[in-house]
Structures are given as C-alpha cells and as structure tokens.
C-alpha cells in the first residue's frame, strides 16, 4: 500500500532523526526529562540537537514545560484522551494515530484506548508487532485543513470513529470539515511513515546504503498540507 501523506514539514536530515530517536527513547524510559540533559546528551551533539528541537516546539510537535520536555513527536507523558500501552510502557499520544502508528512503527506490541468522538464509546485496539488486531469497522478521520502547530492544529481532530455512520453524524453535526479516512491498517502505514526517525540507527543507516536513490528523493513527511490518498 501506498500512502502519499503531505503531512507536517519534517522532512529530516540524519542529525534530526539522531535527537529524535534520543529524545523519544529518553521519554519513554525515563518520563519528564530537563531539556538541558536531553539535549546535552544526543549523540548528534548538542548544537544540532537543540536546533532540531526549537524547531519542533515551533511547530508544536515538541512541548517543553517548566524547562522539561514532556512530549515529543506525538508522544506524551501528559494524560491525554488517547492511551497507548507500548511494550510493558503505559503512555499517551497527542493522536490515535500516533498510538498506533508508533507501535506499527516499532514493531512492537502495543494497545490503543480512545474514544468515538461521536457516541463516546471507548475503543480498544491491540496491536501485535506492530499490526493492528480486529475491528474492520473502525474508520481513523484525518483533516485535511492547513496547519502550522501540530498538536493544537491538526491532533485535536484526528479521531477513530466506532463507524462510518458514527463518522458521518459526527462531520454532519460539526458542519462537514473536510477530511480523509483510513482503516487500522492504513493507520498503522501512516504511523511508519511519520515516524520513520524511529527505526534503531543501524536499520535506517541500513535502509539507506540500499537505497540508491539520494536522500532528497525519499518521501518528504509534512503535515501542513493536508493528507493525499490514492483514490
Ligand atoms: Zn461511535
């Protein structure tokens, strides 16, 4: 499957992805971190790193509060409306389809907990090696509208619905936003996509010396353009 997203401007450069790996894995292990030790300690170099990361809280993909970072590319240690079990690790995403996309994008086994926007029912979907487990009903909406600040912009929106019918009566009450939608699949092949930067360094470094094509080539990942699916 093939999937064009013109999501968020993250295309990144090797040292990016070097932060982003760091910074997610010190998250994850370690909960709130200060700001000064995450970036002192990226193997990329402190210089790169904060760039990378002034970078990211522009664009409100990074949250840094009282000098900690507490979420970091749609992973938060801050309860949120999404749950996501990753391995034995209990957290929060900014999005569903950071909690399943960044399991699918580990390969590991995870569960996402969330809600229908539009009956509230809860939705729990297991994810085992990174694919998703089940309910064929499930449908992930995705706007479509410009935005420049992705966790107050563009995550608010992004829900799994119970049903398309439960889609529909909730874009009718809402005044039609315009969108795209994905099953639990398509989901999980988004989440690999945004969150290529999550891959160990050896594999991606791998994937590349594979990979005759030049870097400038390979998929530029922004959100701020909207979604575009193959119809
Ligand atoms: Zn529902």
Redesign the pocket.
């Known amino acids: 499957m093939t999937i064009d997203i013109d999501v968020l401007d993250t295309q990144h450069s090797d040292l990016d992805d070097t932060f982003r790996r760091h910074a997610f894995e010190h998250l994850r292990d370690s909960g709130a971190v200060e700001v000064i030790d995450v970036v002192a300690t990226s193997p990329g170099g402190a210089e790169s790193a904060q760039r990378t990361l002034d970078v990211l809280v522009a664009r409100g993909m990074a949250i840094i509060e009282n000098d900690r970072l507490v979420a970091f590319d749609g992973l938060s240690i801050q309860p949120t409306k999404h749950r996501m079990r990753l391995g034995d690790d209990s957290l929060f995403t900014w999005c569903p389809a950071d909690a399943v996309g960044i399991p699918a994008a580990l390969g590991e086994d995870g569960e996402v907990v969330t809600a229908?926007p539009?009956?509230s029912?809860e939705i729990v979907l297991s994810i085992h090696a990174g694919e998703p487990q089940g309910d064929a009903d499930l449908i992930l909406w995705l706007p479509t509208a410009n935005c420049s600040h992705v966790v107050t912009q563009f995550c608010p929106d992004v829900n799994f619905?119970?049903?398309r019918e439960?889609l529909d009566a909730w874009r009718s009450q809402a005044g039609n936003p315009e969108g795209e939608t994905l099953s639990a699949e398509g989901a999980a092949e988004l989440g690999r996509q945004w969150q290529s930067s999550r891959r160990p360094h050896e594999e991606a470094a791998a994937a590349r010396w594979l990979d005759p094509r030049p870097r400038s080539d390979q998929r530029p990942h922004r959100r701020n353009e909207g979604v575009r699916l193959p119809t």
């Open positions: 229908c539009y009956c029912a619905f119970c049903s439960h």
